[in-house]
C-alpha cells in the first residue's frame, strides 16, 4: 500500500500527497519510470520525510535522463495526510514519456513471455533510431471509430482536398468550354450591342445626368428654410416630395424621348436611383433630427439623445460628401480613416478593369450566342426553353459574381478609400444564406441599411405588422428594379417587377423548408438552385427577345 512520504509536522498547513521512493519500489519496472518518471531527481527529494528508504535500483545509463531532471529546489511539504488507495499510473503518462524517450521505450519492450524487461545497454546506440517494433499479438483495432466521410464524421473533416480538386476541375472545364467557343464562333466582341455609333451622341442623357445634382442642392436649400423656421414642416414635407419624384421622372422622360444604348439608359437610371434614395434618406433624417430638438427645447426628450452637431443643421460640405460617399444613409458625420492608400487603390482600379473586362467577354462570347440561338421561352418548346435556361445559367452566374466582386468590393472600397470613408460593409456572406430572406439582408448592405432605417422600422412604429412592413420593402425595391431594367430597354411587361414580387412566397417556402430540414447545407443549395439556375437566366432570356423583337419592329 503507498502511504505518506516527505512531509514535516508542526508548519500548521497540509501539503499535496507525495509518492516516495519506497512506494515506487514496490511498482513494476513498467510502471515506476511511465507514471511517476525516472528514479533519482525529485524523488530523491520526496523521500527525506521517510526515515529508511530503500536503495535506489541503479539503472542503465541514459543519455537523455540530465536533460529530464529539476535542478530547482521545491519547497519542502509539511502536514499529514491519511494513507492513500494503491492507484495504477494513468496510461496517458506512459504513453507520453514513451514518446519523449525513445531509450526508454525500448527497455520497456516486452519480452517473449510477455513480461517487461530491459533491453541490453550494448545494442541500445543501434536500435535508438530505428521505428518501434511491435509483436504481430499487439492489437490492430483499439477503438471505435468512423469513417471519414460517414454522416456522424463528414462535418469534422477536413475537405480541403477536395476543394482544391473541385478548382482543378472548373478550370479544365471552363478551359475546354472556351477553346470550343472560340473554335466555333470565333471571337465576337463587339460593341454595337452596347455602344451604337449615335451612342457618343446620346447628349440629353449625358445633359440630364449633369442637371441631377441640382436637386441636392434643393434639398439643402428646403432644409435650411425648415431649420430657420421660414417655412413649416409640412411644407418642407412637400417640397422634398417634388424634389424626390422630380429626380425620377425627369430621367425616365428624357431616356424615352431618345432612342439611346441599353447601357447608357442604364447607367443613367442607376444614378437617378441612388440620387432619389440618397434625398430621402436626407430629408427623413433631417426632418427627424428637427423633431427631436424640437423635444430637447420642450424638455420631452433628454438631450443625450441627439449631440450638439446633427443639431446645427446640414451644411453644404457634408451634404458634397454625403452624394459621393458609399452609403444610402446620411448622417452629419461618419466614422473616417487616417489617410489614402494610393498604391492600394492603384491595385484595386486594375482589378476593376480587369474583371469588369472579363464581364464583358463572358457576354458577348458566350450569352449573346445562346440567346441568339434560342426562342422565347414561353412561345417555344417547353423542353428547349428548359435546356436553353440551363445553358444560360453558367455565363450568367459567372456574370454576376464578376459584377458583384467589381462594384461591391472594388469599386466602393475604391470610392471609401478615396473619400477616406470608414465603414466598408458593403455585404455580408450571403453565398452562406439558407433563406432567402438572408440573402436579401447580407449582399447589398447599402439598400438593406436604407430599408431598414427608412421603411421597415417607420412602419413598425405606425402601427403596421411585420409581414406588412416587408411587402411594402419588397414592394419598393421591385419598381426599382422595374425602372432600372424596363426603362432602358423600352419594355414594359413587369418581368423584373414580377421576379422581385415573387420572392415574397419563396422567402416562406425557403423558410419552411430550412426549419423543416434542420441542415444549413439544404437551405443554401436552395438557394442557389432558385437563384442562380432558375431566375437569372429565366429573366435574361425574356428581356433579350422582347429587345430583339421591338427593335425589329422598330427598323421594319
Keep these: 500500500n503507498l502511504g505518506t512520504c516527505g512531509a514535516k509536522q508542526g508548519r500548521g498547513r497540509l501539503a499535496r500527497p507525495r509518492t516516495c521512493r519506497a512506494q515506487v519500489g514496490r511498482l513494476p519496472p513498467r510502471f515506476a519510470f511511465s507514471a511517476f518518471g525516472r528514479r533519482g531527481g525529485h524523488h530523491h527529494r520526496m523521500s527525506k520525510g521517510n526515515p529508511n528508504p530503500p536503495p535506489p535500483r541503479q539503472l542503465p545509463p541514459s543519455p537523455r535522463r540530465a536533460a529530464h531532471r529539476n535542478p530547482k529546489p521545491r519547497p519542502e511539504p509539511s502536514g499529514t495526510f491519511p494513507p492513500v488507495p494503491p492507484m495504477a499510473p494513468p496510461p496517458s503518462m506512459a504513453a507520453a514519456h514513451d514518446r519523449d524517450d525513445p531509450s526508454l521505450r ?14 541490453n545497454p550494448q545494442e541500445q546506440p543501434q536500435r535508438q533510431h530505428e521505428m518501434p517494433c511491435y509483436r504481430a499479438s499487439a492489437p490492430a483495432h483499439r477503438r471505435v471509430k468512423e469513417s471519414p466521410l460517414s454522416s456522424d464524421a463528414i462535418f469534422r473533416q477536413s475537405h480541403a482536398g477536395l476543394l482544391n480538386l473541385c478548382i482543378v476541375v472548373l478550370i479544365a472545364v471552363n478551359s475546354r ?12 466582341i463587339r460593341a454595337g450591342f452596347w455602344f451604337s455609333a449615335r451612342s457618343l451622341g446620346d447628349w440629353p442623357l449625358l445633359m440630364c445626368c449633369l442637371t441631377l445634382p441640382i436637386f441636392p442642392l434643393a434639398a439643402l436649400m428646403t432644409e435650411k428654410w425648415a431649420q430657420r423656421k421660414l417655412i413649416r414642416d409640412h411644407v418642407s ?5 417634388i424634389i424626390t419624384t422630380t429626380v425620377l421622372i425627369y430621367p425616365v422622360v428624357v431616356i424615352l424621348k431618345c432612342e439611346s444604348a441599353v447601357l447608357s439608359g442604364f447607367v443613367l437610371m442607376f444614378i437617378a436611383s441612388i440620387t432619389w434614395l440618397k434625398l430621402v434618406s436626407f430629408a427623413h433624417t433631417n426632418y427627424d433630427i428637427r423633431v427631436l430638438s424640437q423635444s430637447i427645447e420642450k424638455g420631452a426628450t433628454h438631450g443625450s439623445s441627439i449631440d450638439e452637431e446633427n443639431i446645427k443643421g446640414p451644411t453644404i460640405n457634408s451634404v458634397v460628401y454625403f452624394m459621393l460617399a458609399p452609403t444610402l444613409c446620411y448622417q452629419p458625420s461618419y466614422p473616417r480613416t487616417a489617410f489614402i492608400r494610393k498604391g492600394w487603390v492603384t491595385r484595386q482600379l486594375l482589378k476593376c478593369v480587369v474583371f469588369t473586362g472579363l464581364m464583358g467577354f463572358i457576354i458577348e462570347q458566350y450569352i449573346n450566342p445562346i440567346v441568339q440561338n434560342s426562342k422565347h421561352p414561353l412561345k417555344g ?8 435556361v440551363l445553358k444560360l445559367s453558367v455565363p450568367t452566374l459567372y456574370v454576376w459574381l464578376c459584377m458583384f466582386y467589381s462594384f461591391f468590393h472594388l469599386w466602393l472600397n475604391i470610392l471609401a478609400e478615396l473619400l477616406r470613408f470608414g465603414d466598408r460593409e458593403f455585404y455580408k456572406d450571403w453565398w452562406n444564406a439558407k433563406t432567402v430572406e438572408e440573402y436579401w439582408r447580407m449582399w447589398n448592405m447599402p439598400v438593406h441599411k436604407w430599408i431598414v432605417r427608412h421603411i421597415y422600422f417607420p412602419c413598425i412604429r405606425n402601427g403596421l405588422s411585420k409581414g406588412c412592413a416587408i411587402l411594402i420593402a419588397f ?20 418581368w423584373a417587377f414580377s421576379g422581385i414580387m415573387l420572392q415574397i412566397p419563396l422567402l416562406f417556402l425557403t423558410k419552411y423548408l430550412q426549419d423543416k430540414f434542420k441542415n444549413t447545407m439544404v ?3 436552395i438557394f442557389w438552385f432558385f437563384f442562380s439556375i432558375v431566375g437569372q437566366p429565366m429573366c435574361v432570356l425574356l428581356y ?5 423583337n421591338r427593335q425589329a419592329q422598330t427598323n421594319g
Design 544 to 548: 433579350y427577345h422582347d429587345v430583339m
Design 381 to 388: 418548346n417547353f423542353l428547349d426553353a428548359i435546356e436553353r
Design 177 to 188: 468550354l472556351i477553346i470550343e467557343n472560340l473554335m466555333k464562333y470565333g471571337l465576337l
Design 106 to 119: 525500448l527497455r520497456r519492450a516486452p519480452a517473449a513471455d510477455g513480461v517487461y524487461g530491459e533491453a
Design 475 to 494: 414592394l419598393v425595391s421591385a419598381v426599382f428594379h422595374e425602372l432600372c431594367i424596363a426603362v432602358p430597354c423600352h419594355i414594359f411587361k413587369l
Design 523 to 525: 437551405g443554401n443549395m
Design 237 to 241: 414635407i412637400l417640397l422634398h416630395i
